[in-house]
């Protein structure tokens, strides 16, 4: 699971998911995605991304890099196509 905020509002949600996904047996990581090594992103099969704009619906400082790296243009198209995932998408406050 990897969170992306600047006011903890997704990082207090991911953990929350977390916590619901221990309870079901699972076993989930949660991280921020400044913390995750993008570059596995096409190996990786599962992620539930939650994400909370900030300032007037602009991303966080904590998913630049991820998102510079889903619009190079050099990744290939279908690079991603074996990931599932989830996106939870949140305001700031």
Request: net charge positive; aromatic share 8%.
């Amino acid at each position: 699971m990897l969170y992306a905020t600047q006011t903890n509002t997704a990082k207090n949600a991911a953990e929350e998911i977390g916590r619901e996904a221990v309870k079901r047996s699972l076993k989930p990581t949660v991280m921020s995605m400044d913390e995750f090594p993008i570059r596995l992103l096409p190996v990786t099969s599962l992620i539930v991304f939650v994400i909370a704009t900030t300032g007037d619906g602009e991303p966080p400082q904590t998913m630049l890099n991820a998102w510079k790296f889903l619009l190079r243009k050099d990744l290939p198209p279908n690079s991603l196509v074996n990931l599932k995932f989830s996106v939870f998408g949140l305001g700031d406050s």
